[in-house]
Each structure stands twice: as structure tokens, then as C-alpha cells.
């Protein structure tokens, strides 16, 4: 067997979606889109609904592809090459938990609508910002036939927009998923949060003794599987910004002269750029083999190939950026530099659910024991 | 001069009280850490009034001469004073370019009268400079710098650009760099240097915004400004070297700097104090072991760091390599404080993914601090160009 089986679907949904992104959202236009995220998601989500990507991992019987996650990474990586900040991986995120954990009822209420167009997100990050998602404050207690729900999430992409949340909270002595309507949303106080990544619509949400419906909890959660996909999602989008920051890279050494040469020539330049070339080939690399293991159902092995592919990814794509400034000299300490834009994203992505010690804490018993 | 020790152990204590007294309230709005990044009225009068407090108390300038509105005191005083400067966590001094580049220049250079005209404003940040070198064509190769001056009667006419201002908005005098011969024997021989006053018909500046969000630096316009002659530092020509000198006091290379803080001082202690409030993963970032090897080794490199400035102040120990460690300071301090902030960074778990705001770790201070690190491994030349000029002048490796 080899390390990575790239489906029929996969090519097909990639070229689609290279084609996609370099028609409706050109790499020169980052910065105009970044004034206006909430016009550049209203365009995303109209061309994703009309791909059909809204539905990818949804079963047919609830108006979904019944495709996999590894269909959706090939999006979500031309989405960081194009450094789109849209509700897509938190929306991605909600369906699988709800397909992996939900009842048929469960199911068969939340699918068929994010199917036709939806938005939804996951409340998993406290104020702590333990990448441990077990780490959970956030309290449901069980009374008169309701849950009362009591806490706080952070991080929550796309708040605002969404159509309902999983948020996570103790129930019990057991973290469990719950699902929070729009309806009962506005009964929380919802706060916009600052983050370094200026693609990123990001809030926070307090849960004051919210009355929930005991069937919107999530009948098995599986912790483990939601994070198996985020970090899957995760390094798609480092997958694709890596390919992003290097091109950005590749236009500057290219054209910028001093001393009357390119300044590419210069081997202080030339070697680090060739080193995040084979970083980006390794990186995606390990994302195609974590998206066929997720696919192949062998959970260790899902865990070691996801937590890889998060961790060295995070690190190169943090390296990258960071260079991408230093290589641009005066020019890249400017806003208007497109290497601005990508190093913030690779923060964001570096100290999303787990940097790279994180990762490496828990594949060293995985891969020495 | 000599120095009497007891008199020095009273200037210790007398500075040390005066900056734990007067050390002013944090004002409503975010500083900036280093000259480069005042882009506000507020934050640029705030820094003014400071300095001058400082100098009006007599704790900068300490070593320079008494006739220009210096304090006529050896080095050591003013060494003193900065450090407790550096205690107290007071605001930098606004007007680095001319305390610590081009006042050390002018007093090395210049004419009596000269002296007296620029010194004692530069002390009390009356006056404030800004540095015209960079071109947008021309950065690290600042040898080839185009911005051109054509002699016209009494005047130079100037006309071009230069871009990365920092302080531009406020400076009423440029140390400028223009070319004013274009068939001199070299690249080199076709600059002259002048000290510009700002407030000229025909200069413009333009503001530019930085990665962080905020302003700070400019792009300044010449259209047919007229420079008086006597501007000019040194001869027509000479304008190179005049530039390296000044880049050597800008580098730290060579003594003769008023001193004082030049910007707001991050060191490792400050990442080990918080490494014990930061929490990753439900705990203090300290107790996690990787992040204590990466502490571990940045604290010995930050040692290693304070070893050689003493190492580099005895003789016999200067080995082989003589000049690497002071041709190296700015390289060393720039490179380490940028990974320091990016360290800082990964104390904070997902909070990592906040920028500046009150809910992030020390209010995003890291952040933004880790961002703003490149002005220190870009501006005054790249690390990339410091590594050559190391590598070819300490070293005697080949030119590329
Ligand atoms: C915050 C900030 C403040 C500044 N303030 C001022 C100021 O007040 N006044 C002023 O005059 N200037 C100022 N500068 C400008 C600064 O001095 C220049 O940016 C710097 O010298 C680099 O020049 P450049 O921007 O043209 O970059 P370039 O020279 O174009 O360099 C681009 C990249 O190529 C690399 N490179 C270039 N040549 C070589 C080589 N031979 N070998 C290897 N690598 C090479 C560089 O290291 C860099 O990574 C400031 C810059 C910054 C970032």
C-alpha cells in the first residue's frame, strides 16, 4: 500500500478548485478582500454552494456527496494558497462532528440544511487556551428535562454568521457536544475578538445558565475524531499558505535588484528559499497521507499522520513567513507587503490546536513506546 | 578625568531615586517601543516631554561637552544613569538618531559653531532628526543611492526620494545622503552628506504603514529643494564616508553615543517571568519540559551575549578575530531579540492567536513586539548584510 492513495474525487474537486480560486479570488486582490470579509465570504459561500461543496462530507440522504474529509482537503488548501478566511473549515468541523456523533434525528435536523448552504462553527477553546480539548470548563447541567449551559468559549470563527455551534462542555464528569441554535445564541453575549490573523472573523461566546433542549446534545462524541480533523483541516491550509508565502517570495527574488543583481542570487536568500520548496513538498506530503489515513478508519494511525502533519507544517510555515518578511527589507515592514499577511495567518495557524511541542508530546509515546 | 568612586555611588543612588520618582503613569494609549514606531501626536508629544524632563534633570548627555549643553562627565555616569533607566522600565528617549547617530557625528566633525547650533536641541528634544539613506532602488546597497544635488549658486538643489523615514512626520533636521556627481571615480565619490533642515519648499513626506497596523516611518519627496551649501558635512564627495562613520554609531560599533534608553527593553527576563504566568495547556508554561530546554538555551545565549561585551573590554583575550564581537552587537541583539519575541509568543497557548487588544497575554504586547523585531534585523542593515561584512572584514572571506 503506499502512503498516499489520492482518489478520483480528489483530482477532480482540486482542479476545481484551483481553477475556482484563480478565477474569483486572484492573489493580487488579498488586500482589497481584506476590507471587505464579510462581501469575500458572501461570494465564497455562493461559488461553494454551487460546487457543491457545502455538502461534501454530508451523506446522500441528507442532501450531502457522502464524500470524505479527504475531499475537502484539496479546497481548503487552495483556500490558504489564496489566504481565504471563510466559514469553511469551522462549518466542515461542525458536520463531522455531527456525523460522527449525531443520532439518525440528529442527523437528519442539522445535515440537509448546511448541505444547502449553511453555516455552522465549533466552541472548543477556552479562555485558558488549552489545545487539550479535554480541558473543558464549560459546564451542562441536566435539570427539568433542559441543559443549562455555563461558560465560555474563545476562538469561535464566525459567530456571527453561524446557523448553530458544538460547542463542547462537561456534562457529568464527560465532555460531551452540543449543539446551540442561532435562537439561543443571541440569548449569549457574543464578542468579537482581535486576532493576528486579519482573515479571521473570531468571537467569543458566554453561556449564562442558556436553556438547551436535552436533544440537541450529541449522542457518542468522539473527541478524538473532531481533532483528527481539525488538525487535517489545519494543515491543509498550511499546506496551501506555504505554497502562497513561497510564491511571494519567488516574485520579490526575482525582481528586486541590489548591487545590480537579483537579490535570488544571493545564496543567504536562494538556500532558505530552497528550503521552504522542500518543506512545502514534505508538508504536503504528510497531509495527503494523514487525508488517506483518515479515510483507511485506523485510528492510531489517523492520530500519528495528523499530529505529524500539524506539527512539522506549523513550524515550516511559521519559518516561511518570518523570512518572507526579512527577505523583503524595508518593503516587507509595510502593511501593503503580502508577507505581512502570511506570516500572521502562519501564527494563526501555528497556535491553533496545538503547535508543534504540543504535537510532539503525544507522538513520542505513539511512535518510541 | 578621574572618577571618584564614592562620587559615582552617589550619582547611582541619587539616578536611581529620580527615575523611581519621576517615572511617568502609563498614558490612555499604546507607546511605541522604539523611535521607529511613533505614529501619533499623542505618543509623539508624550516621548518629547519626556526627554526633555530627563535632559532638564540632567540624566542624558552626561558625557558630552559642558559648552553644548552637555553634562562634561565621564563615560560612567552616563552609563549609570541608562542603566537605571533601564530599571525603572521608563519610556526610551524620542530623539535617537540625533543623541546617538547624528550628534556623536556632528560633535566628532563639525565646526564650533555647528556644535552649538544642533547639540543642545538634540539633548532637549527640541529639535528632532531623521535619517535620509535609504532609496526605494536602494537599501543594502546604499552605495548606489540616486537621490541627486545639483549645485546652484549658494544652494544644492535636491531632488528625489528616500523612503523607511523613520520619524520623518516630526524631524525638523535629515541627515541626507545625496548624490551630487555623477562622473566621479566610483559609486562611492559621488556622495555628499548634509544636514537638511526639513521645513523646506520642496520636501514632502508621506506616511507609510507598518505591519503591525501602525505608522511610524515615511517616504520623503524632494522637488527641487534647495539645501544651503553650508549644509554639507565635510567636502563634496565625501558623503561615504561620512555615511559609514555615522552607521558605525548606529551600529554600536564606535563609542561617543548621549546614551540614554533607545528602546523599550525586552529582555529574557522578562520571557522567564512570564513563562510562569503564561499558561499552555491548563498549566504555567514553565513547567512544561520543552519549553524549559528552549528557555535554558536562550538564557545561555543571552549570558553568552553579556560575557562578550565584558570579554571585548580585555585585550588579551581579543584572540584572533579582533572586532567580531563589537562589529557583531547590533547583529547578535536583533536576531536574538526577534527569536526571543517568537518564543514569548509560544508561552501562551491558543491565546498566541491574539494580537493587541486587552484580552490578549500582556495585551498583545508580545505580538506586536515579535513584528516590530524585523526593524531591528532590516533597518541599519540586514542581518544578511551584516553576516558579509563580518564574514569579508573580521574574517577575510571573499566578496560575492
Ligand atoms: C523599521 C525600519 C526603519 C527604518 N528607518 C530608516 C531611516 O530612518 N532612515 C533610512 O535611511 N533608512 C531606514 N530604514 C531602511 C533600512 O536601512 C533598509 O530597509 C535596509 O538597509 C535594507 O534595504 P532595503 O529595504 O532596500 O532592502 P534590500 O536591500 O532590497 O534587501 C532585500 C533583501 O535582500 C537581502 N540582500 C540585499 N543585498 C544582499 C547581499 N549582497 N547579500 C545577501 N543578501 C542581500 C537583504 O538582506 C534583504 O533580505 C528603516 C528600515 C526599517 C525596516
Redesign the interface.
Same mark, same amino acid.
Given at each position: 500500500m503506499t502512503a498516499i492513495e489520492f482518489s478520483d474525487e480528489q483530482s477532480m474537486i482540486l482542479e476545481t478548485a484551483v481553477n475556482f480560486f484563480r478565477e474569483k479570488f486572484p492573489v493580487n486582490e488579498i488586500h482589497e478582500r481584506n476590507e471587505n470579509l464579510d462581501g469575500s465570504t458572501d461570494l465564497f459561500w455562493a461559488g461553494a454552494k454551487e460546487l457543491g461543496w457545502t455538502g461534501i462530507v454530508i451523506p446522500e440522504n441528507y442532501g450531502g456527496l457522502s464524500l470524505s474529509l479527504s475531499e475537502v482537503v484539496p479546497i481548503v488548501e487552495m483556500m490558504g494558497r489564496h489566504l481565504i478566511g471563510s466559514p469553511f473549515i469551522p462549518t466542515t468541523l461542525a458536520v463531522t462532528a455531527i456525523v460522527s456523533a449525531g443520532s439518525e434525528e440528529q442527523k437528519a435536523r442539522w445535515l440537509p440544511s448546511v448541505a444547502e448552504g449553511g453555516i455552522a462553527s465549533v466552541g472548543l477553546?477556552e479562555e485558558?487556551?488549552?489545545?487539550?480539548l479535554s480541558?473543558v470548563k464549560t459546564n451542562g447541567e441536566v435539570r427539568d428535562g433542559e441543559l443549562i449551559l455555563k461558560g465560555k468559549k474563545?476562538?469561535v470563527l464566525d459567530a456571527k454568521r453561524a446557523d448553530f455551534i458544538v460547542v463542547s462542555a462537561i456534562i457529568d464528569h464527560v465532555v460531551s457536544l452540543i449543539i446551540v441554535t442561532r435562537e439561543q445564541l443571541n440569548k449569549c453575549i457574543i464578542r468579537s475578538?482581535?486576532?493576528?490573523?486579519e482573515t479571521r472573523q473570531s468571537f467569543?461566546i458566554e453561556f449564562n445558565d442558556l436553556k438547551i433542549p436535552l436533544t440537541q446534545i450529541l449522542d457518542k462524541p468522539d473527541l478524538n475524531d473532531l481533532e483528527n480533523a481539525a488538525l487535517l483541516l489545519i494543515s491543509a491550509e498550511i499546506s496551501g499558505g506555504l505554497s502562497g508565502v513561497l510564491r511571494v517570495i519567488l516574485s520579490y527574488l526575482t525582481t528586486r535588484?541590489?548591487?545590480?543583481k537579483y537579490i535570488g542570487s =544571493? /545564496?543567504?536568500?536562494k538556500h532558505p528559499a530552497v528550503q521552504i520548496l522542500l518543506s512545502l513538498e514534505a508538508t504536503r506530503s504528510h497531509l495527503y497521507h494523514a487525508a488517506a489515513c483518515l479515510s483507511g478508519g485506523d485510528k492510531i494511525k489517523t492520530e500519528v499522520a495528523a499530529r505529524s502533519a500539524k506539527a512539522y507544517g506549523s513550524d515550516a510555515f511559521?519559518f516561511a513567513g518570518?523570512r518572507a518578511?526579512?527577505f523583503h527589507?524595508?518593503f516587507?515592514?509595510?502593511?501593503?507587503?503580502d508577507?505581512?499577511l502570511f506570516?500572521r495567518r502562519a501564527?494563526?495557524c501555528? =497556535? /491553533?490546536f496545538g503547535?508543534a511541542?504540543?504535537h510532539?508530546?503525544y507522538l513520542a509515546p505513539l511512535l518510541l513506546d | 578625568m578621574s572618577v571618584s568612586p564614592t562620587e559615582l555611588a552617589e550619582f547611582e543612588v541619587q539616578a536611581d531615586r529620580w527615575f523611581a520618582e519621576n517615572k511617568p503613569e502609563k498614558p490612555g494609549f499604546i507607546l511605541p517601543e522604539t523611535f521607529m514606531e511613533v505614529g501619533t501626536d499623542e505618543q509623539f508629544k508624550f516621548l518629547r516631554a519626556w526627554q526633555n524632563k530627563v535632559y532638564e534633570n540632567g540624566y542624558v548627555g552626561l558625557s558630552w561637552p559642558k559648552e553644548f549643553g552637555g553634562g562634561g562627565l565621564p563615560q560612567v555616569y552616563q552609563d549609570i544613569a541608562t542603566k537605571a533607566m533601564a530599571t525603572h522600565r521608563v519610556p526610551f528617549l524620542l530623539n535617537t538618531i540625533g543623541l546617538n547617530w547624528a550628534g556623536p557625528l556632528i560633535l566628532s566633525m563639525s565646526s564650533s559653531e555647528d556644535k552649538k547650533k544642533y547639540i543642545p536641541s538634540i539633548l532637549s528634544a527640541e529639535e528632532i532628526w531623521c535619517q535620509g539613506f535609504?532609496e526605494p532602488?536602494?537599501?543594502?546597497?546604499l552605495g548606489?543611492a540616486q537621490c541627486k544635488g545639483r549645485k546652484d549658486g549658494d544652494d544644492y538643489v535636491i531632488n528625489g526620494s528616500k523612503?523607511?523615514t523613520s520619524l520623518g512626520m516630526y524631524a525638523k533636521h535629515m541627515i541626507l545622503l545625496v548624490r551630487t556627481s555623477t562622473e566621479a571615480e566610483s559609486k562611492y565619490s559621488g556622495l555628499s552628506f548634509f544636514l537638511a533642515p526639513m521645513k523646506t519648499d520642496g520636501i514632502e513626506v508621506q506616511p507609510?504603514?507598518?505591519?503591525?497596523?501602525e505608522y511610524g516611518f515615511c517616504q520623503t519627496f524632494f522637488n527641487d529643494a534647495r539645501i544651503p551649501a553650508s549644509c554639507m558635512m565635510g567636502k563634496e564627495g565625501d558623503g561615504w564616508r561620512v555615511a559609514m562613520a555615522t552607521l558605525m554609531f548606529e551600529r554600536s560599533a564606535e563609542g561617543g553615543q548621549a546614551g540614554g534608553l533607545s528602546m523599550m527593553d525586552l529582555s529574557i527576563d522578562d520571557v522567564i517571568e512570564l513563562a510562569k504566568r503564561a499558561?499552555?495547556?491548563?498549566k504555567p508554561a514553565i513547567e512544561?519540559p520543552?519549553?524549559r530546554t528552549e528557555l535554558v538555551k536562550l538564557i545561555v545565549e543571552a549570558k553568552g551575549n553579556v560575557y562578550m561585551a565584558d570579554k571585548a573590554e580585555i585585550p588579551a583575550l581579543e584572540g584572533e578575530w579582533p572586532g567580531a564581537v563589537t562589529m557583531s552587537i547590533k547583529l547578535r541583539a536583533t536576531e536574538f531579540k526577534?527569536r526571543m519575541c517568537?518564543f514569548a509568543?509560544?508561552l501562551?497557548?491558543?491565546?498566541?492567536?491574539?494580537?493587541?487588544?486587552d484580552?490578549?497575554v500582556d495585551e498583545?504586547m508580545w505580538?506586536r513586539s515579535y513584528?516590530n523585531a524585523?526593524?531591528g534585523?532590516?533597518?541599519g542593515g540586514?542581518?544578511?548584510i551584516q553576516?558579509?561584512i563580518i564574514g569579508e572584514r573580521i574574517l577575510g572571506l571573499p566578496k560575492?
Open positions: 477553546t485558558d487556551g488549552s489545545w487539550n480541558d474563545c476562538f475578538e482581535v486576532v493576528i490573523d467569543s535588484k541590489q548591487f545590480g =544571493y /545564496q543567504s536568500l511559521a518570518d518578511i526579512q527589507g524595508g516587507g515592514f509595510t502593511y501593503e507587503c508577507a505581512q506570516l501564527l494563526w501555528q =497556535y /491553533q503547535d511541542a504540543y510532539h508530546s | 535609504s532602488d536602494h537599501g543594502s546597497d548606489n523612503i523607511w507609510i504603514r507598518k505591519l503591525t497596523g499558561m499552555r495547556n491548563g512544561d520543552f519549553i526577534r517568537q509568543i509560544s501562551q497557548g491558543a491565546n498566541a492567536s491574539r494580537y493587541i487588544d484580552r490578549a498583545g505580538q513584528l524585523f526593524s534585523t532590516i533597518g540586514t542581518t544578511q553576516h558579509n560575492d
